[in-house]
């Protein structure tokens, strides 16, 4: 039997609730490939959401795709295309961002590629999301991918997930196929320890319980994926905790007040609250928290601003405030044990000068080991003692050349997370989260401390660093000079320490 | 107590730790200011992000002469409202050759006075990191770009060599011959930038406002006349009609809509109720397939 359906037949009944304020927002990364049916579920939650434009409803209008019923609806999947680069080769290459708002809540989906060999996206896209859809086929259930997906969406810091089975029109709408799919995501789920992790049969083409709830599936009565979305509490509610703001620059006004800006990433301050700066250990109390809209007597997480305090104690770009009441302060340390993937091209080269990038902070990287790779498909971890090379998940220990205020990341993951940097070519070629902070060097990084030039300030003092005297913000200026000069020794292949 | 933070707080203190990380780690940094409703935005995220001082960085207006007369008066007394340094730019060339958008194709009178002349300006003041108010929800083609978007030399966009980004962290940290485009307004829809004008209570061009306009149609769309250098064709009329735009640009490129929403709060109304996506109003990117996403390989915004 086959069926044409009419455009206005698939009108969404309800009217959009355009005039209400958005409450909050929610961001949903959405990973699978084309073939479990990802741009269509997307294009769907937009067309449900009404944010189709006329212009974009046309080019809906032009496209046919017919579903297991035989009957015929639009391609939604239409509505997610990308570049043409991409769409000539009919695979997304590249995470995409789109907006749709619905009962009072922006929702940002970040769309991740699915192909195992974009490991790199999932984990970019996965690092902004407070909820991952992973998709899969009802006539396949559970595959390779998805277990790829959860451990990366684990490692990126992701507590809620959703499963979408899809496709259940072609699976007979059985409840059979679903339970044993859902059963083996419930296993899977509980090993990586999320929050939250549920399973939803759904038809992304026909829509049913992606808004609306199915008419067919009478069997299943958990929330539509819609009604789950909503449920789902945004990432501000739940950031209580230790106050971190990692300090962007300083602001004068020119009279007497110096503010600190940045953004408060965790937790929340109030005027007359004592901070502690984690890199030196200097206390002071909040005297100011200043907006261009007017003082405010308290920041909670999430807000930029500037703050004044009571006694000047020396802060900069790259110190990290903490509540000095918290026992759970930043952790100052030169060497990390962390979690990365590698994103770029280029593999992990032992002889380049490579830096850290932490929330506000530039550091060079004295020493940078491998110690294991990751085998998403087994969970198992490789020992590895050489190189890592795109898409490639990695333990390393990281020395740095000097001290950095970070935490650990599952503590918060806001001030727990960095990039590495590679310092010639500027390009961003790892993203991790810190397992643990620890004291002193790394093993390797002791051993690797034999033939080594000595950059000292001797040296740089004489000419490089001749200009500079002897204030503070010259301080800053000679030591990075110094690390400079440190990383592109590195690169042209000298071996090199920095004692200033 | 605090309220808690709305969506559009949200909105807001991102873009301005978006300015601040780019003012530190760009040397020469820029803001690209194009008299329109998102430059408003961006200009006042931007004022707000370096408060108590002014924005460390000057305002760049490529200027193609044939921009709305409104346009012109409106940047100058901001300007000088705010105490900020602008510098406007016209590519000379261009004008002696006499490139214009009547005689010319979109195509070329954009790559000419529009994409070659900002790599004009940016070289000449050796800019490396230019502020756009471009948003991801404008087309397809944004909806994948980065917040510091890189360019290689000859200001090209390579969409293989753009950077990941991950958490709060922004690298702007450049290789040699790139330059940034920076996208404080990335996340912003155009909804938001309409309630955000609205809760700031800020001041726009009097244009995106309906009022008595000398007009004509032409190929179905209303072009308004701000001045007599375009000839009419066989046929057309100017005629008086109450329109609006919905983005400003240069004005015989720019369609108006027929509208009697004289205040912003009607503006918003009928705007957040629409149903033609706002780049419709631009007719320059009707005139190829996946035009935007070819002009900006060549550098243009």
Known sequence: MSATVQFADLEPQADPVLDIELKDSLRVLTCGSVDDGKSTLIGRMLWDARELYDDQRETLEKTRTVNGQGEILPDFSSLVDGLAAEREQGITIDIAWRYFDMLGRRYIVIDSPGHEQYTRNMASGASHADIAIMLTDARHGMKRQTRRHAAILHLMGVKNVVLAINKMDLAEWSRERFEHISSEFAALTARFGFENAVAIPVSALSGDNVADRSKIMTWYSGPTLVEHLQSVPARVATSQGPYRMPVQMVLRDGKDFRGLAGTVRFGKIRVGDEIVNALSGKHARVNRIATMDGDLSEAQHGKSVVIGLDTDIDVARGDVLCGAKDKKRSKVTTGISANLVWLSETPYDQRAGYLLRTATDLVPIEHLQVTALLDLETLASQPSDYACKMNDIASAEIDLGRPAAVDVFDDIPETGCFMIVDALTGASVAGGTIREVRNGRSRNGEKDNEHVFVLDRALLSVGLCKDLGDDPENAAEFIRRAHEVGALMKAAGIRVKINL | ?301
């Open chain 2, 1 to 301: 107590m605090s309220s808690p933070l709305d969506h559009l707080d949200l909105l807001e203190a991102e873009s301005i730790h978006i300015f601040r990380e780019a003012a530190t780690q760009f040397r020469k940094p820029v803001l690209l200011y194009s008299i329109g409703k998102d430059s408003t935005v961006l200009l006042h995220l931007a004022r707000k992000a370096f408060w108590p001082q002014t924005p460390p960085f000057p305002l760049l207006h490529v200027d193609t002469t044939w921009k709305f007369r409104d346009m012109i008066s409106f940047r100058d007394r901001t300007v000088k409202q705010f105490g900020l340094e602008l510098l406007v730019h016209t590519n000379q060339d261009g004008l002696e050759r006499n490139i214009n958008p009547v005689d010319h194709s979109p195509s070329i009178y954009t790559d000419t006075m529009k994409t070659v002349a900002l790599k004009q300006a940016l070289d000449k003041y050796g800019f490396d990191g230019a502020f756009g108010g471009a948003r991801r929800d404008e087309e397809a083609s944004r909806a994948k770009e980065r917040v510091f978007s890189f360019r290689s030399s000859g200001h090209r966009w390579d969409p293989r060599r753009q950077r990941p980004e991950m958490w709060h962290i922004l690298n702007g940290r450049l290789g040699k011959g790139e330059t940034a485009r920076v996208f404080p307004l990335s996340n912003w829809t155009e909804r938001d930038v309409w309630r955000y004008l609205l809760r700031e209570k800020l001041e726009v061009v009097p244009l995106y406002m309906a009022a008595e306009r000398p007009t004509i149609e032409r190929g179905g769309q209303i072009l308004m006349l701000d001045d007599d250098r375009m000839p009419l064709r066989p046929g057309e009329v100017a005629t008086k009609r109450r329109v609006r735009f919905r983005t400003l640009g240069c004005w015989p490129l720019t369609a108006a809509v027929e509208s009697s929403a004289t205040t912003i709060e009607e503006v918003v109304e009928e705007t957040l109720n629409a149903r033609t996506s706002e780049r419709q109003g631009r007719l320059i990117d009707h005139d190829e397939a996946s035009a935007m996403e070819k002009k900006k390989q060549e550098g243009y915004f």
